[in-house]
């Protein structure tokens, strides 16, 4: 069966096809790369994604995404440094670099992008993070919640301040939680705030990834991959910043002997799929949460239209064509 659809937009991607966007070494060739194979599986729009770190990393990465001069690239997502640092909630981002949120480190981090950073990935516990949410949503960027072990009024107080997305909701939480109330409820109760899903299988589970969908309707929902380097590669050892991670033989990426996921090795395409079989609903409305919803949600546009194969009973979308 023959879909058509506008280009594929992937507002949390780390990294593709071997390359590490928050690699010491990225160089703009490398960038290109990464964006072109991107393209072969229908994204024409993207926001590479940083990481904690030093200032001194993100700013020399940063500098090189921002002059790529690739049409495909729509802004930078900055996730972190602001972010839990307990384990669990901090996930695969390195302690020793989380921070808290304060006007000036971030105004640094901006200026060394260039004012490309359009969307911000923060915990609202944090202290500064409501004052620095107020500050960038004043500036145009959109502001996220994510990495958090945040309490109902944290989250509450974030949401007033303009705080509009949950960064792939269901993760980047405790491994424990109470049963109520706890932030995935409370995020999933705001009616306010958009939410991303990782739905390659390991993240979430099939029947969470529907239960959410159906919370948050397809209108708000929005697919990312958090994709690493190792995303359309071999099982082996890939890296995130200096971090170390592995990508098993069944797709899961973790921390090597942790129970720690550690991003993914999801394709946009995948995940479209993926969404279709966990939900039951419509490829028709669920392509819009992989292009339209998130291009909208960033006040911005897809890029192109594409064509590909939809074969539901083998469960597989073949791009075949981008113009």
């Known amino acids: 069966m023959k879909i058509e659809s506008p280009g594929f937009f992937d507002i949390q991607v780390n990294g593709f096809g071997g390359i590490d966007f928050n690699a010491a070494d990225l160089t703009v060739d490398r960038v290109h790369e990464a964006i072109e194979r991107m393209r072969a599986t229908g994204v024409t729009r993207c926001l590479p994604t940083l990481i904690t770190s030093s200032f001194d990393r993100f700013a020399r990465c940063a500098r090189v995404l921002a002059r790529a001069n690739i049409e495909a690239i729509a802004g930078l997502h900055m996730e972190g440094p602001y972010l839990s640092s307990e384990d669990g909630p901090r996930g695969a981002h390195p302690r020793e670099h989380v921070t808290a949120a304060t006007v000036d480190d971030f105004n640094r981090r901006l200026d060394a992008a260039e004012g490309r950073i359009v969307l911000l990935t923060l915990a609202p516990e944090v202290a500064g993070a409501v004052t620095l949410i107020e500050l960038a949503v004043m500036a145009g960027v959109r502001v996220a919640i994510g990495h958090t072990a945040a309490t109902p009024q944290q989250l509450a107080d974030a949401i007033a301040a303009g705080a509009t997305l949950a960064t792939h909701l269901g993760n980047g939480c405790a491994q424990m939680l109470p049963r ?131 074969d539901p009973e083998q469960s597989t979308l073949r791009v075949r064509n981008i113009s």
């Open 180 to 310: 109520h109330p706890n932030v995935i409820w409370e995020l999933l109760a705001a009616d306010a705030v958009f939410a991303s899903f990782i739905a390659d299988g390991h993240h979430l589970p099939p029947a969470t990834v529907k239960a959410m969908v159906r919370a948050k309707t397809v209108t708000r929902s929005i697919l990312v991959t958090d994709a690493i380097a190792a995303a359309g590669c071999a099982p082996g050892r890939y890296t995130i910043g200096g971090v170390d991670c592995e990508l098993a033989v069944d797709g899961r990426v973790s921390l090597p002997g942790t129970p720690y996921l550690a991003g993914s090795a999801l394709t946009l395409d995948r995940a479209i799929v993926n969404a279709v079989r966990f939900t039951g609903i419509a490829i028709d409305d669920v392509l819009p949460m992989a292009s339209t919803i998130p291009a909208a949600y960033l006040g911005t546009t897809t890029s192109g239209t594409l064509t590909a194969d939809w």
